[in-house]
Every structure is written in C-alpha cells, then in structure tokens.
C-alpha cells in the first residue's frame, strides 16, 4: 500500500487503474489487519520501515492540519519487559482488569503488556498544537494510520491503551515532557510464526441508514 501511495502522480489527475489499484490496496489492508499480542523478540524491525510508515501517517486529517500529536520510539527490549512485568503485576490486583489478566495468562510471551515487542512507540498529545476532544479524535485517527502502516509493511502491531493506567510505571522509565499528555502506546514487530489472532466479530447493527 505505501508503494501504492508513492506512485501516486503529484497532479490533479489519476489514472482509473492506478485509483483502482491504490484503492484496493487500502480497503484490503484495513480488512486484514489484526492486533499481534505475540511479537518474535528475535527479529528486528528496521528503522527505515518505521520512519517510512511515520511519514506517511502524517498525511493523516487533523483539525486545522494542527497535527497534535508527539511519537517516542524506544528499542530497549529489557526496559519494556521490566515495564510490562510491573505494569501487569499491578493489573493482577484491581478487579478492573480481571478480565485482561485472565486473556493475558493464556498468551505465549514472557510480560503480556508489550507482549515481547522488540519496539514500542509511545503517543502524546502535543498539548501546545491542542487539547480536549478534538485532540483526541487526531491523534486516534494517526494511530489508526499507523497501524495500517504496520500491516502494510508485513508488520505486527498492537494499541497499548493500558499505559495510561498506572503511569508513574512509564515515567520511571520515559519522562512526559510539559505540554505533553500521553494517550496510547503501540507494540511493533513481527508477529511470531504461530501466533493466531482474534476472530473479528463484526456489529451489524451499528449503521442507520436516514433517508
């Protein structure tokens, strides 16, 4: 898909096919990705994929093209096992989470929080670009980019919404800068070669038609 979106002429004007193709290409990618909670910590992602997939997640709609949002990278797979470790030994005691630890208990990985991800971004709010709702919906759609980037590169990927439970847990580890307000992490790498993931159980009540 990325190689689809470079091709693309920089004019007015697209050929049918190459529309056809790109847009194919997109609609395939969002059906076949799924979230990898089983990552090969062996394998190494390349740094040029990641920024490749970054730049083009920028394109991504903002209000006002204010593009609100900050991206740490970190590739220190011990640190993320310590974090992971900590972060679920806390999940384990509040009832809140019971239904994730007893999902994370089954899964083949050493620390279930980053789930062996051998890279992990981690995503602000860039509060001096914007803050509130509006914020929000940016940054989520970025993330979703993303995540597509990732699929489209062969890549496992996995949103990391419980890092904003229990955060002094990263802050040891990684500083909120002022004007900086995390919202999610992402897990990256390739998935292991058994992992299996969820079947998706689509809604079909969730679209009304008004006229």
């Not at 994929?49 to 797979?77: F, Y």
């Not at 384990?92 to 994730?100: L, M, T």
């Not at 070669?193 to 079909?204: G, I």
Request: glycine residues 6%; hydrophobic residues 40%; charged residues 30%.
């Amino acid at each position: 898909m990325l190689n689809l979106l470079k091709a693309i002429p920089k004019t007015n004007f697209v050929s049918t096919s190459l529309q056809r193709n790109f847009s194919n290409a997109v609609l395939d990618c969002i059906k076949s990705r799924r979230s990898c909670r089983s990552f090969d910590p062996n394998k190494e992602v390349k740094r040029s994929d990641i920024e490749e997939i970054l730049d083009i997640a920028k394109h991504s709609p903002s209000a006002n093209h204010s593009q609100p949002w900050k991206v740490k990278i970190t590739t220190n797979a011990p640190m993320l096992r310590r974090m992971g470790k900590e972060y679920f030994e806390v999940f384990k005691k509040d009832k809140q989470f019971r239904g994730f630890v007893q999902m994370a208990k089954k899964l083949p990985v050493s620390e279930p929080i980053f789930y062996d991800a051998p890279m992990a971004m981690f995503i602000y709010a860039d509060l001096k670009r914007g803050k509130g709702i509006f914020t929000n919906l940016d940054v989520g759609i970025f993330v979703g980019s993303i995540l597509h980037g990732l699929e489209s590169k062969g890549l496992g990927g996995v949103a990391l919404g419980v890092l904003k439970f229990q955060q002094d847990i990263l802050e040891k580890e990684i500083r909120t800068e002022e004007n900086e307000e995390l919202l999610i992490g992402i897990g990256v790498g390739y998935a292991k070669e058994d992992f299996q993931p969820n079947k998706k159980n689509l809604k079909t009540d969730d679209v009304q038609w008004l006229d």
